[in-house]
């Protein structure tokens, strides 16, 4: 180990911005199971898949052999404004915490979306754009990926709609605004706009609204507008493939002062975070050439990973969407209203599954108190007022730390900070007044669950 | 000047953050006018501030002949968990004004404070631990000084009472949120727990509070309680000394590239960053070494500089704190709600009104409106949703670069970037909305608040 006094925080420096993306499909043995033709359970041609994605995302969706994509110089230009990122030595909730573990994370929070998801925002505009399409569309829960988005299409001078869940476009309209400021026609869904809204609306005429619905409300904009394709922000290997530059700064970062993680723990909502993070450290595992310990995050009020099946499932509630084989706990499971809204997805990211099923990935669930506790002593100590979804990775890191401070180990710890709470104070107001709850669903609750995931034959779960 | 190529963000390195403060007023050959001790028209004593401010504060306050402060090691390394600033070169938004110009900005806004307040804060903060006190009290508006002081304190363990103006309690519960996550208390004011604040109520039942009254609370709470003083996040020397570390490190990351800005812009409020931003700059001016235009842009609804008289006038609208001679439109001038909260100040740092009086400095006034076309316009092309306190630089630094597109002229600027909007969308929306109005004082509503500027013997205006 070098001697050589490491900064708080690791800046690359420009140049040294990744300019390929790494695909870490290229490096498994047992590659992620295709996307599935939800009418015929067969595998999705790239054909299929046209009227929906944009041509050069799905041919990223489907490169299961490439390790190392280039990133266009279009994108490496905007990724210039706000990379890159720092990787940050805590030496501060080190000292707090007592512990003599070294605690390091990549910040991805520096940003206006306020969190990661702005690096597969501007690659699928692009290529959106690159197309010759007039625009996209999506859908938002929280309100991240949307703006994430806007922020690309406004700087790409490319239509964005997004229907956004309308309880969540009416308890935020802070997100809302922020998305209008980039230009985005922003629609609470369901909506009058489309037939799955208008159908929805007539039966439930006071409903709130729900991602699923967001969803095919988005595809249906897509699909219907001559010019429009359909994005999403986690869960598909495109998007892994984008957010692999999280990883490549943070390890460019890491080797400048000779660093190797022992652990290396992220977040797990549907998978963008945590995968871009440990793709490029997987990878030497993968090839055997090192060996690290990956722990997965999760809220015990969705624990997909940790108690759900590893099977073909529909990805939205809508059941519009292909089949993903992955960990689920079924597309009709309805977490409770955590406050970590990028985690309450029920499925997970095909690669991750598969990986997590091949043991090459640990998993924990952990509870919503004691996750803003942890967000509180990182805010006081390290200064960064976390979002709650990053703040499952900070409670598990500060877990392992005080398990080194136990056993006296020093142990090289980094995690994914993926982003900010500023938009998240109603959650931070119920932990400061002590009306949050926790909840953790009962085994019947996820039986349910269970039963809307689709039986044919090779789906026995 | 060299060829090489300047990157989009320039982060010096940790080592070069700056170590000292430059005490700009080392370098005036007319130094800023003393603070007067309300009662007796007398320069103030130290040990007459000694009740409410800290020791090494007032001594830094007064101090006009030392260049430079060392900044002490505890301070320095709060300062490395959000420091270095980037320097940015705004690439994206010269392409889309289509100007010669070449345009920068200091970026002081990634921090969770979401401005440049955290630098004095913190120092603020550290003295007041090392003198012993158990903690500090202060007023905030909008809340950015409120939240970076919180930061701060929960860093060193001390204890912080802000007094927060009661209609932005109400509307800003967000902010208030922040602070309580960094365990401060934050009171509503006018409030039950000073004798001025009952006085207040009493009168007053219905009122949403002020500025002014919420400071006089703030120093009846440090001055009345064992082991607490009273700080303040812009106006005083002290702040602007703090301050420099946003010029210094501008300056340090500009000589790499040997780039020289022809003219230097920031917003005016009470002048914490504009001071902080020029300070390096306008000693080489001072000295005669080199020669800058700086351009302080208000709010042409406050407009202390362009519309102001220079008088020794209160700083606080209770009229308990000293006199301070300052460009000023009156304690009692009450600013329309202009969305820039952090520019409704009715006066402005002495250091920078002796300064523009000297003629070393120009101002302009600009409308509200106008301020949000700018930030609409930086935000599509930069990315970084602007505070609109920052858009007024915003908004001038573009005028300035279209100006040389009109002449050919390859100016270049450098603007301040204090912080980001999130906490503001209230402000966006409105501006969305196109119900955001203007408003310009006619000359006899400057008058009636000229009227409030106390006479005595050589005050006369």
Avoid at 189 to 215: F, M, N, Q, W, Y
Avoid at 236 to 264: F, R
Avoid at 314 to 341: E, Q, R, V, W
Wanted: with cysteine; aromatic share 10%.
């Amino acid at each position: 180990m070098s001697e050589q006094k490491i900064p708080y925080k690791i800046y690359i420096s420009e140049d040294e911005i990744p300019k390929q993306w790494y695909n870490v499909r290229a490096d498994m043995k047992v590659k992620p199971a295709p996307l599935l033709n939800p009418a015929t359970w067969q595998p999705l041609k790239p054909e299929e898949l046209a009227p929906i994605f944009c041509d050069e995302l799905i041919a990223q969706e489907l490169n299961d052999t490439d390790a190392y994509i280039d990133i266009p110089q279009e994108i490496q230009d905007y990724y210039k404004t706000y990379r890159p990122a720092p990787t940050v030595r805590a030496y501060h909730l080190e000292k707090a915490l007592g512990t003599p573990a070294k605690i390091y994370y990549k910040f991805e929070g520096n940003n206006t979306s306020g969190s990661h998801k702005l690096n597969s925002a501007i690659a699928q505009a692009y290529y959106a754009k690159k197309q010759g399409l007039k625009g996209v569309t999506t859908e938002t829960g929280a309100g991240q990926w949307g703006t994430a988005l806007s922020m690309a299409c406004a700087y790409l001078g490319l239509d964005c709609k997004v229907y956004m869940v309308k309880v969540s476009y009416e308890q935020k309209p802070f997100r809302r605004e922020v998305m209008r400021t980039y230009g985005a026609s922003v629609t609470a869904s369901p909506s009058a706009d489309t037939e799955v809204g208008r159908k929805i609306l007539e039966k439930h005429p006071g409903t709130t609204g729900s991602l699923g619905c967001a969803i095919s409300e988005a595809v249906e904009a897509a699909t219907s507008n001559e010019g429009y394709r359909y994005v999403l922000g986690s869960v598909l290997n495109q998007v892994l493939l984008h957010q692999s530059v999280i990883g490549l700064e943070a390890k460019t970062a890491l080797d400048k002062y000779n660093v190797t993680p022992d652990i290396i723990i992220g977040c797990a909502g549907g998978g963008s975070n945590l995968g871009g993070l440990i793709s490029p450290f997987m990878g030497e595992k993968l090839r055997g050439e090192k060996d690290y310990r990956f722990i997965a995050v999760e809220p015990a009020s969705c624990p997909s990973f940790t108690r759900g099946k590893f099977a073909y499932d529909f990805c939205d509630t809508g059941m519009i969407c292909p089949l993903a084989k992955m960990y689920t706990l079924g597309s009709n499971f309805i977490p409770s209203a955590n406050h970590a809204g990028g985690l309450r997805f029920h499925g997970m990211s095909t690669i991750l599954s598969q990986l997590y099923h091949d043991g090459y990935m640990e998993a924990v669930a952990v509870e919503q108190t004691s996750v803003f506790e942890a967000a509180e002593q990182f805010a006081r100590t390290e200064g960064i007022l976390p979002a709650p979804e990053s703040s499952h990775a900070i409670r598990v890191a500060i877990d392992e730390a005080l398990k080194c401070k136990e056993t006296g180990e020093e142990k090289t710890i980094l995690f994914g900070l993926t982003g900010t709470g500023y938009f998240d104070m109603v959650a931070y107001e119920q932990f400061h007044n002590g009306t949050m709850t926790d909840y953790i669903p009962t085994d019947a609750d996820l039986q349910s669950g269970f039963e809307g995931i689709p039986q044919f034959p090779g789906n026995e779960i």
